[in-house]
């Protein structure tokens, strides 16, 4: 010790802080406002990415819905031309023969 550094000071090693709270004065909560604002926080974070998740499933299959629709009118459309093309077709045939 000539060099006239002091030895470090040895500490107990806490492994989780809440847990050891006779470090703390009677009067501070174990849990500060802040940490309860971050529950709060992360809460609606994780309960606005469910919404949204459950929200965008829900206009996809309103969209997968609507075009199915517009698929089946479409074909409807097109069979009903074709029907129509084939009596004429078929009474033009038969009204000259």
Same mark, same amino acid.
């Given at each position: ?7 470090? +000071? ?27 604002? =971050?529950? +709060?926080? @992360? ?6 990415? +469910? @919404?949204?998740? +459950?929200?965008? =499933? ?40």
């Amino acid at each position: 010790m000539g060099s006239g550094l002091l030895p470090p +000071v040895h500490q107990p090693r806490v492994s989780h802080p809440i847990i050891f709270t006779h470090h703390l004065p009677p009067t501070q909560p174990i849990f500060s406002k802040m940490s309860a604002v =971050n529950v +709060v926080r @992360y809460s609606l974070l994780g309960a606005g990415v +469910v @919404y949204g998740f +459950v929200h965008r =499933n829900s206009l996809e299959s309103a969209q997968k819905e609507h075009d199915r629709l517009a698929l089946w009118k479409k074909e409807e459309k097109l069979i009903s031309e074709a029907k129509a093309e084939f009596a004429k077709r078929t009474g033009a045939a038969a009204a000259s023969a």
